[in-house]
């Protein structure tokens, strides 16, 4: 919805690609449309930004490619 995702967090990757798990191909919009989702949990270990599971960027960028949702701002250690 207006190209941002209404959800209060994300959970980001499996362990090799940093794709977002929490987005689904729906016609029905969930969420709530007064807040933007923030990373809840990050499974990809290659990533600097991953710290105990945990992404440690203020904001990450999300973008669709290939009929799913990655993450812009993975970077590998």
């Known amino acids: 919805m207006d190209n941002a995702c209404h959800t209060m967090a994300i959970t980001v990757g499996e362990e090799d690609q940093a794709s977002c ?8 919009h969930g969420g ?19 710290k105990a599971l945990e992404c440690t960027m203020q904001n990450v960028q999300m973008a ?12 590998h250690r």
């Open 21 to 28: 798990e929490t987005y689904a191909h729906k016609s029905m």
């Open 32 to 50: 709530d449309k007064n807040m933007i989702a923030g990373v809840g949990a990050c499974k990809v270990d290659s990533c600097s930004h991953n």
């Open 64 to 75: 669709s490619h290939n009929n799913h949702v990655d993450c812009m701002s993975f970077s």
